[in-house]
């Protein structure tokens, strides 16, 4: 089978699904997603949280350029993609330095609120305090909690809305360029044809771009692992805001009745369809254990997904200099889901001529060409 568009998205993770919304009122879009399914690798295995604790400047001003599309979602959006749920970020005495930096990093952003002993055991009774425990706090009350399937759902509906199509079973395992037209042929042998290509294969996306014969930027995954399990009696998980050490050692919060942690882990992986490591499982319940109150006795669940990063933590977003009509959407990090509205609107304002979106950065800071001016 053949099927000619204007643009063909690689990857139906959160990158190329709100992409694929944004660009759907402006041409026809097809988006080819390898599994049978949208999600399925690290879009739908996150601790779908919207908070300014993690990232750099940039992740932090297309966090904040996204907040008003969780805030009025569009028409297309059955549910809510987001609800209020804190977030506290503690440290130790010893901490305390590193807890001013991260009050000076998000403080542009976001409001916040430092917090003594006596109001951190108020917003997370369960959390250590004192001596060898929290001693100081940061709240950030205007945090979310993010439904990934309501988000993912709505960019789909955006899409079809729209006349996009996604084709899922449909991995690219060839890509060529002849007379200005990407032509991908899938593993399937189907070919989609398109003057421009739009990479948002999440850890694969070195590996997409090697296929189309563009340069890789040295996108790193790196795996991360949740476990589950059951809250103290008297403790309801609901009420709990999201809880992190101001180092990246642990954090946790409620999960569906029950209480996830996450040890903050960052192993070197291929792409792949990640699996938790036995250590990292048990370091996320000592952690807990030394952190909180909770005793960890059975883990209900756990699974890992992999967080993929360009080499300075800066989301790759913009034009190829080597490969005409070669989008990149990648290196999104540990913050795809709260970044998907902004990234997505850069990449359509590229392709589209539109609007720069974001006041706080301009396309150079996000565009891959920063990788090959480094190498000069
Ligand atoms: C444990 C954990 C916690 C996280 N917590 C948060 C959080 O609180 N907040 C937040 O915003 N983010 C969080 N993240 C990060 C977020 O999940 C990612 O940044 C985001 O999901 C990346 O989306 P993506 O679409 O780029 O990648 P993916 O979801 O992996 O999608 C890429 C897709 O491309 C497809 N693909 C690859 N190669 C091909 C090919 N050749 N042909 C066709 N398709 C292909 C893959 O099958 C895959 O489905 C977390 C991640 C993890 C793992």
Redesign the pocket.
Known sequence: MSRTSDIII???????LSAAAALAPHARVIL????EQ??????G??????HYALGNRAVRALTKASRDTFDNPPAAFEAAPAHSVPILVHARGDELEALDRTEADMAPFTSLERLDEQAMAQMCPILKLGDGGAVRGLADLTALR?DQHALMQGYVRQLRASGGLIVTG???AAIAQERGTWTVTTAAKDTYSAPLLVN?????AD??AQLAGVAPVGIRPLR???ITFDAPAGVDPARLPFVKTVGDELYFSGESGRLFA?PMDEGESAPCDSQPDEVDIATAAWRMEQRTSVAVRDIRAKW?????FAPDGVPVLGFAPDGDGFMWC?G????????SPAAAAVVAALITGGEWPIADLVPEELGPGRFLRQAV
Do not use: K, N, Y
């Open positions: 690689v990857g139906g993770g959160v990158a190329g080819l997603e390898a599994e949208t999600g399925f690798h690290s879009s295995r996150s601790a779908t949280m919207f993010i449909q991995r690219a948002a294969a999440g850890a694969w590996e997409v991360r692992t949740i996450s890992s997904g992999l967080r993929s990648a999104q990090g540990g913050s795809g889901l709260q970044t």
